[in-house]
């Protein structure tokens, strides 16, 4: 879920893909809802409302085919391997390091914790952003923010340029590798864990295991820029009717934590990105939408402590229906105001990395 807000820099209206914007956006609140009752849940108090596990595991999904989407429209035209290692800088580091200390500096004030030590190594990997990443593997890290997500996607800005490369000679040779390529790092990810430390132990939660999605976005971008409703309409009927094939015959639950039910919801990431561009949205809510895509990247590095850091401190085991979905509205907003306030300052630090 990077900091890739870039739609709006798009200067002509019949290049303009907004559906980026509403997908990332609801991304995130769907992350937030599962890591809020995940939270809940870890404190003796189960809510139906919302699931735990696969909401948050369909809004990552979501994300990262938003992501290969937008490295995409930052590169199609023209690829310069300096700038795109710059822009990846300047959209990921700045943001990460800002927040890192404001939370730092407030778990400090606030419970009297130190959360960094002198392991230089550790240092590292909490500098480049890869402790949570990182986690599962390397004991003792500096995490406080970024879940396993913000390296995940340091890691896909490093394989995108090959997935640029090989979707340019031939995109059904692309598909066929990449798919391939998945499906022996999600089987083989015990051995490969063994031997190579840049890893997660969750076989979903490493790039190669996710660059089909990486490469839907590509292919997302290029019918969504055709302008084409047919086309949109055909290739959203498609989707669904992938969905309900697998579904009948293959794995009847669609939030299966598996290849099958993260293909699904890649199906249906298609069909909301297809039906979102042939619909009309009032100027006032796509800037509303804007807004909350814009800042998403930021208010996702706080939201994990923010949320356990309300969760200590409200009664929240007698919640009825409305308490519930007002703590979440709630933390969501306090969410966005931190973003808005702390973005700002990101963004100095951005110019400056690319005036470098």
């Known amino acids: 879920m990077s900091n890739l807000a870039i739609n709006k820099k798009l200067n002509s209206p019949s290049t303009r893909i907004d559906s980026i ?43 990262i085919i938003t992501s290969g989407a937008s490295l ?23 943001y990460f390091w800002i927040c890192y200390i404001f ?32 986690n599962s593997t390397v004991p003792n890290t500096y995490y406080l923010i970024g879940e396993w997500f913000t390296g995940f ?14 979707k340019n000679k031939n995109i059904y040779i692309a598909t066929t590798i990449i798919i391939i390529s998945s499906f022996i790092a999600i089987q083989n990810t015990p051995y490969i864990i063994e031997h190579f430390f840049l890893w997660n132990k969750d076989p979903f939660w490493n790039p190669i295991s996710r660059l089909p999605e990486i490469l839907l976005g590509t292919m997302v971008i290029d019918l969504l820029l055709l302008k084409n409703k047919t ?8 989707a669904l009717l992938y969905i309900v094939i697998v579904i009948t015959f293959i794995e009847n639950h669609y939030m299966a934590y ?3 039910g993260i293909s699904m919801w890649a199906m249906t990431y298609v069909i909301i990105s297809c039906l979102y561009e042939n619909i009309t949205i009032p100027n006032a809510v796509k800037k509303i939408i804007l807004f909350l895509s814009e800042y998403s990247f930021v208010a996702f590095l706080l939201h994990h402590q923010l949320i ?31 973003a808005y306030l702390i ?7 951005k110019a400056k990395i690319l005036k470098f």
């Not at 850091?309 to 105001?337: A, T």
């Open 21 to 63: 914007d509403f997908i990332r956006a609801i991304s995130f609140l769907m992350i937030v809802a599962s890591h809020f009752v995940g939270e809940l849940s870890q404190n003796g108090v189960d809510y139906p409302y919302f699931h735990k596990y696969y909401l948050g595991g369909i809004g990552v999904a979501f994300f």
């Open 258 to 260: 598996n290849m099958w």
């Open 153 to 166: 996607i340091l890691l896909v800005y490093i394989l995108f340029p090959f997935v640029f490369w090989l």
């Open 72 to 94: 995409y429209i930052s590169t199609k035209n023209k690829f310069d391997l300096k700038i795109y290692i710059k822009k990846r800088i300047a959209n990921i580091y700045p």
């Open 103 to 134: 939370v730092a500096v407030f778990l400090f004030l606030s419970f009297s914790t130190v959360c960094l030590g002198n392991d230089p190594v550790r240092l590292l990997i909490t500098f480049l952003a890869l402790d949570g990443y990182l």
């Open 231 to 238: 086309a949109n309409f055909f290739v959203a009927f498609v």
């Open 343 to 349: 973005k700002p300052i990101g963004d100095k630090l």
């Open 308 to 338: 356990g850091y309300l969760v200590s401190k409200i009664q929240f085991h007698e919640f009825n229906r409305f308490q519930f979905f007002y703590f979440y509205v709630v933390i969501v907003f306090l969410c966005y105001v931190l």
